[in-house]
């Protein structure tokens, strides 16, 4: 039975220019990215012509300043952004929202002299980043991390360890690295921006996963890297900072892609109970099952609206990490709900690779672990209501 078109979504948008954006993206979601998804994430090929597109369409520095060759959009309007991308392919809207986590550091908190030389090519220079802070040994407790950064006699520093399931590892044009460069724990870590050929630099093969399949997950191995002070994101002991802080803007990311997951799994469901006959007429028409797709549909506007409220806070300047970690942990567990429902809706066929549901259903499951697990997220929120745990 083939997939009816995806209905468009109501969206709330600032400008007619966001309002172009939205059906540009669309357009090439439609066009570029969804029709080979279900084929190239079973063999597991990552897109690179299609980040190259994206960044040739100005879709990789979206967020970012125009100085430096980003598009200047608010939060709310790239998140949406996302969401289109993620609802094609997740791989290509993950894939867009870690590039974006990669450049942080460097847009956020670079100087002048280093934002002029790398921004340009990283925001629309067809560059692919990836964010280097997880470990085999530390992964929520990523203060504890190991990675050693030396510096030599007051010139080049040298980058020893293992970073783990490093998005785009071993296929990243540059790498923004956590490295421990003082004392144990958050205050000793550094950032630094790793050029992907860099000499010692090695990724182990990437991770067999149970979705996801087209974007390369690899350990990467970090042996004697050598990188000019110039490289250096922040002040030395800021990195921690700076990881934490991409991080509350990753986490909506995330959000948007897990809503573009369960948005695409609803109108797979939609489509398929209203073609769908049983007891002499379409499957829709049964209560159970038009509850189920109320409910689905009602999660789904509840996480858009949830991730939407983070971004304009913070598109005014205003605290959002507690409304990020809710919005990460809502719209993720939706996701999760809503494509296991949509399996469900499909019957036998829901369980088949013949049908996307049970691809978006492997797919959710990873966006409750990356970027903090939902029980980091319930960690982070709580902090925010009763301040932090006693040692
Ligand atoms: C596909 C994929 C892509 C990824 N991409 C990247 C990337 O690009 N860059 C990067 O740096 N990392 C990346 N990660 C790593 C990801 O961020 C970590 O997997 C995640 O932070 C969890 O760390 P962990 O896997 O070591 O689990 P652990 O930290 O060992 O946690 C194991 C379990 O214990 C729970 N737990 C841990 N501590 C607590 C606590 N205090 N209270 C309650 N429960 C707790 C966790 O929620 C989890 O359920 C990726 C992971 C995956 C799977």
Same mark, same amino acid.
Request: net charge negative; proline share 5%; charged share 25%.
């Given at each position: 039975?083939?997939?009816?078109?995806?209905?468009?979504?109501?969206?709330?948008?600032?400008?007619?220019?966001?309002?172009?954006?939205?059906?540009?993206?669309?357009?090439? &979601?439609?066009?570029?990215?969804?029709?080979?998804?279900?084929?190239?994430? =079973?063999?597991?090929?990552? $897109?690179?012509?299609?980040?190259?597109?994206?960044?040739?369409?100005?879709?990789?520095? @979206? $967020?970012?300043?125009?100085?430096?060759?980003?598009?200047?959009?608010?939060?709310?309007?790239?998140?949406?952004?996302?969401?289109?991308?993620?609802?094609?392919?997740?791989?290509?809207?993950?894939?867009?929202?870690?590039?974006?986590?990669?450049?942080?550091?460097?847009?956020?908190?670079?100087?002048?002299?280093?934002?002029?030389?790398?921004?340009? *090519?990283?925001?629309?220079?067809?560059?692919?980043?990836?964010?280097?802070?997880?470990? $085999?040994?530390?992964?929520? =407790?990523? %203060?504890?991390?190991?990675?050693?950064?030396?510096?030599?006699?007051?010139?080049?520093?040298?980058?020893?360890?293992?970073? &783990?399931?490093?998005?785009?590892?071993?296929?990243?044009? #540059?790498?923004?690295?956590?490295?421990?460069?003082?004392?144990?724990?958050?205050?000793?870590?550094?950032?630094?921006?790793?050029?992907?050929?860099?000499?010692?630099?090695?990724?182990?093969?990437?991770?067999?996963?149970?979705?996801?399949?087209?974007?390369?997950?690899?350990?990467?191995?970090? =042996?004697?890297?050598?990188?000019?002070?110039?490289?250096?994101?922040?002040?030395?002991?800021?990195? #921690?900072?700076?990881? @934490?802080?991409?991080?509350?803007?990753?986490?909506?990311?995330?959000?948007?892609?897990?809503?573009?997951?369960?948005?695409?799994?609803?109108?797979?469901?939609?489509?398929?109970?209203?073609?769908?006959?049983? #007891?002499?007429?379409?499957?829709?028409? #049964?209560?159970?099952?038009?509850?189920?797709? %109320? =409910?689905?549909?009602?999660?789904?506007?509840?996480?858009?609206?949830?991730? @939407?409220?983070?971004?304009?806070?913070?598109?005014?300047?205003?605290?959002? &990490?507690?409304?990020?970690?809710?919005?990460?942990?809502?719209?993720?567990?939706?996701?999760?709900?809503?494509?296991?429902? *949509?399996?469900?809706? @499909?019957?036998?066929?829901?369980?088949?690779?013949?049908?996307?549901?049970?691809?978006?259903?492997?797919?959710?499951?990873?966006?409750?672990?990356?970027?903090?697990?939902?029980?980091?997220?319930?960690?982070?929120?709580?902090?925010?209501?009763?301040?932090?745990?006693?040692?």
């Amino acid at each position: 039975m083939p997939d009816r078109a995806p209905q468009p979504v109501d969206r709330q948008l600032p400008t007619d220019e966001a309002r172009d954006l939205i059906s540009l993206v669309r357009d090439i &979601a439609q066009r570029e990215i969804a029709p080979s998804a279900a084929e190239e994430e =079973d063999a597991g090929r990552f $897109p690179r012509e299609v980040f190259t597109l994206l960044s040739d369409s100005g879709l990789l520095g @979206l $967020p970012y300043d125009a100085e430096f060759g980003g598009g200047e959009q608010p939060y709310e309007v790239y998140l949406q952004v996302l969401e289109e991308l993620a609802a094609a392919r997740l791989t290509v809207g993950l894939g867009v929202s870690v590039h974006t986590l990669a450049s942080y550091a460097l847009a956020a908190h670079g100087t002048k002299e280093q934002q002029a030389e790398h921004l340009p *090519a990283m925001l629309g220079g067809g560059l692919l980043g990836a964010y280097c802070l997880s470990e $085999p040994t530390s992964g929520s =407790d990523a %203060a504890s991390l190991r990675t050693k950064a030396v510096r030599e006699n007051g010139g080049d520093w040298v980058i020893t360890g293992t970073k &783990a399931w490093i998005t785009h590892g071993g296929i990243a044009d #540059f790498y923004t690295v956590m490295a421990r460069t003082g004392e144990d724990g958050p205050r000793g870590i550094t950032a630094f921006l790793v050029p992907g050929d860099a000499e010692g630099l090695s990724p182990a093969v990437p991770e067999k996963k149970m979705g996801l399949k087209g974007s390369p997950t690899a350990q990467l191995h970090l =042996d004697g890297v050598r990188v000019p002070d110039t490289r250096r994101l922040g002040d030395e002991g800021q990195g #921690f900072a700076i990881a @934490l802080s991409a991080l509350d803007s990753g986490r909506l990311g995330i959000a948007a892609c897990a809503i573009g997951v369960a948005q695409a799994a609803l109108d797979a469901a939609v489509s398929y109970a209203t073609e769908r006959r049983q #007891f002499g007429k379409p499957i829709a028409d #049964f209560q159970g099952l038009r509850f189920m797709l %109320a =409910d689905m549909a009602t999660q789904i506007e509840a996480g858009r609206a949830l991730y @939407l409220t983070a971004a304009r806070l913070r598109d005014a300047g205003l605290p959002f &990490a507690k409304q990020a970690a809710m919005a990460k942990l809502h719209c993720t567990d939706t996701a999760m709900r809503v494509t296991t429902d *949509a399996v469900q809706i @499909l019957g036998g066929y829901g369980y088949t690779a013949d049908f996307p549901a049970e691809r978006y259903m492997r797919e959710a499951k990873v966006l409750q672990i990356v970027e903090g697990t939902n029980q980091i997220q319930r960690m982070v929120i709580a902090r925010h209501l009763a301040g932090p745990e006693e040692r």
